[in-house]
């Protein structure tokens, strides 16, 4: 035999071998794409779901992509029913209905059920199917520099919050006394608790967001009732006349409001429980160690503390194939599954584990929790968001309101609020 | 005498032509005129991203737009104020510099190429770079400022400062195209009629206003409606920096479009917004174009 048989049959085995070794390993390895935000408690699911992709044999490509432009980027995903995008995506309950309809439904994942009552009704088909499980819950509490108020002085009204920061602020121990989120899209961490803590609300009857009772009472908007006056009473005041929130704070997103407490420069902040985490790492905080959470103070018509308690969940399009949907389904059911990473998620950033089994856990061996639990899910709850088509729309309007409100003179708030009313009303019932 | 060969009435050096355009215009059709369509079929139906049943409404879109008392007393006296302060300031610190860097001077290369800086870094880059410089709490310009003794100014929390900063920062990104391209002209005027200035005894401003400027009227002009047509759709300085805020109060022209296209997800009522801008841009464009072939005729 020639010396050239010889290395074509030397290559014609090699390269059968080859071949039988790569289809073997690509049959074995399904490559699932999830879609999320750069947001710390995401980041810590991520790593759980890699974990698990690693031990099914899945490759998980991971696309980050900018909260600004990640709804239309989504949306415009599902409504064209593009199937090689992601397979895997962040949902919110904020747009939770619209996008019920281009979504699996995922009664089938292990432990998809296992979350406190009515949470995941945003998520729900027209037949009451859940298309989304949860990753956390995201909920806003009340941080405080531990360092500068003990526990049992911790502010319980909207007037004890401004005695403190202003004492703390005339002996020079910070600068501001609150800092939180205001512009658009960041309402919660400033507006919205004092209204949800004032008996007060977007929409009457407060706290409902059953669309037919809504809609049974018109859509009432409650922009202009004193409770809500009040609201923006006391944030004008905080702002510009007993000063103890920055006068900026108008435009602050969390990441200012976040960067601002983060450097010491205030004593209280509202942010989601997810950024405990951060707060205390000592690497990008100069108060690690230092922070609290504690209720929200309550405002002079409040009934009772109200917390904001949501889910922030994963879902799979409907359009992708059954291959991959079952792929994307068994390793979100291994995340929930899994007691130790969903802890690992909770020390590392505060967000409550996805799971309520593990909550008791937690309960028994972590007194953060006890505390934050206790805070969170004790007192009433509320969603944070409504369930209409334009509720975006209407969150801008309203954002711009207050805001405009806050930038002209006191004695104009009411005006000024009550001008935003009918762009509220007809944003819930334009659809009508 | 050769017959020139032609196939549908089109002779062979014209065909030649065509084939030469054709990339060109196959790119066109399918980026520009294509899309442009579909934006224009959008504006006339109710298409929300979310449930897209695209129902035709007839003009219903632009009504809405046209009756919008958001678009009409400060989108669009924000656009126009901001392209005529922009490119007013743009072209006259242009010329300026242009000026300067005409002359021999020591190290004219590097201020040159100093100078053209701002030009190479992405508007979107320019404009994080000034939100966090102007930011109230940790900005550098904001303390070095206050060091001076200066009242503190809510940049970006009050309409007229946050909107001064939007101008300011699209200045800082224009102000090298102009000067690089007036610069350009300015060395290829010819020397005569400076000489027959400088025996006169013709002052240095005299001869700027005088004998420079009108030579580089065209160059200008050109520059001017380019740069106009450009500052109509300034998104990204006003997004980054402000978002439209206040309350809407420094919103433009393509931050509304884009309001209405992605956080409504009103695709309908945004094309249609589009649509109503193309048309004020293309009345404008007429006008500067207008103002620019009359301009052409004087120098001439």
Redesign the interface.
Known sequence: MGLENKLARALLVGGGFCAVCSSTSAQAETALSICYINHPVQVANVAILEKWAANQRVKLNKTVTSY??Y??KI??ML?SGANDQCDIIWNNDD?GQ??AQYLEPLEDVPNARKVEVGQLEPFHTADGKTTAVSMTTTAGILFYRTDLISEAKLPKTWDDLVKISQTLQSEKKV?WGYVGGM??TNTFFSFWWTLWNNSCDVYAPAYERDNKKLAANGWKPMIYSPCQVQTAEFWWDALNSKKIS??????YSRD?AN??FQ?G?AAFTVADTTFLGTFNNAERSSIAGKVGIAPFPVGPMSNGVHTWIDVWGWSIPKTLPNDRKTAAKKLLGAMLGDPDGQIEQWNQTGGPPPNTDVWRTLEKNDATWRRLHTILFKPDHVHAAYYF??W??VH?VYS??L??AM?GKREDIAATLKAGSDAIHAGATAND | MTARSTKFGVDEKERFMLFLIAPAGIVLVCFEIIPILIGMNASFREWSLVNPQRTWVGPKQYIAVFTDPVFLKMVLPNTFVLMILSVGVSVALGLALASLLNRPFFGRAIMRTIILLPLTIAPVITATMMRWSFNDQFGVITIFLSCLGLPDVAWLSDRWPSFALVIMTDIWIWTPWFTIILLAAMQGLPPEPFEAARIDAATPWCIFRRVTLPMLRPVIIVCVLIRAIDAFRTFDQVWILTGGGPARSTEVFSVYAYVLAFVDLDIGRAAAAAGIGALIMLFVGVGLYRLVNRSMEVSR
């Open positions: 600004t432009v709804l239309p949306t415009q409504t747009w619209d996008l600068k512009s658009y920055p006068p900026g704070m108008t435009t200012e960067a601002i450097a420069d088509r334009n975006a729309t801008k711009d309101t805001i405009r930038k």
